[in-house]
Structures are given as C-alpha cells and as structure tokens.
C-alpha cells in the first residue's frame, strides 16, 4: 500500500488548507484512516481519524472545530481540511492507513497502531 500526500503549503494565520492522502494498492476494505502530525522537537501526535465508512470521526481536542476529516472510498482518498490556522499548527502532517477496522479511541492515537505512512507535507502558517 501507497499513501500519497499533498496540499501543504505556506499560509496566514486564519487561512485555510485541504490536504489530500491518495492511497494506492492492495487497499483492503473496513480500514481507518488519520492525519497526523509533527512538529520539530515534539512526537508525532494524532491530529484526526475517520472510519471505513465516514460515520465516525475522532479529533484532537486542539484542532476540534477547525478541521474536518472526509474520505472518498471510491477513490480512495482522505481529506483534511483546515480553516482559521494558528501558527502552532505549523509541522509536517502525515496521512496513515490501519488496516484494522476497530475504531477504539484508546488505540487511535498510537502511531504504531498503523500499518502504512504517507511522506509527509509540510504546513507552516505564519502569524
């Protein structure tokens, strides 16, 4: 499995960005799928998953409000879309892939419980 992400950039603090991760094959069905990110010095932390079929989302309490997880499955894409950016947001943000369908909160946010990376694209917004 491929993970393609971009829509990274350069952006004032309250604008807005829309990251796309394409995944590419082997994709089997009932997968989550999650943006993380991270910024220098800091772990990589959660930013956003969504199940197989859309109808469950889990934010981190930071970005809730402000970011929107969504998902195509008929192309296999996940989306992430940023409004009202705040300079602490900046950090390379990484689309991941678990091939589990279990939705458990307590395991969404351990990177290790994901099975493919994408390459990361990077965010900075500029106070």
């Known amino acids: 499995v491929q993970l393609q992400a971009s829509g990274g950039g350069l952006v004032q603090a309250g604008g807005s960005l829309r990251l796309s991760c394409a995944a590419s094959g082997g994709i089997y069905s009932n997968n989550v799928m999650g943006w993380f990110r991270q910024a220098p010095g800091k772990e990589r932390e959660l930013v956003a998953s969504?199940?197989?079929?859309?109808?469950?989302?889990f934010y981190a309490d930071s970005v809730k409000g402000r970011f929107t997880i969504s998902r195509d499955n008929a192309k296999n894409t996940v989306y992430l879309q940023m409004n009202s950016l705040k300079p602490e947001d900046t950090a390379v943000y990484y689309c991941?892939?678990?091939?589990?369908?279990?939705?458990?909160?307590?395991?969404?946010?351990?990177?290790?419980?994901?099975?493919?990376w994408g390459q990361g694209t990077q965010v900075t917004v500029s106070s």
């Open positions: 991941a892939l678990r091939s589990s369908h279990s939705f458990a909160k307590s395991s969404l946010r351990v990177p290790d419980e994901y099975d493919y």
């Open positions: 969504i199940s197989w079929r859309g109808g469950a989302t």
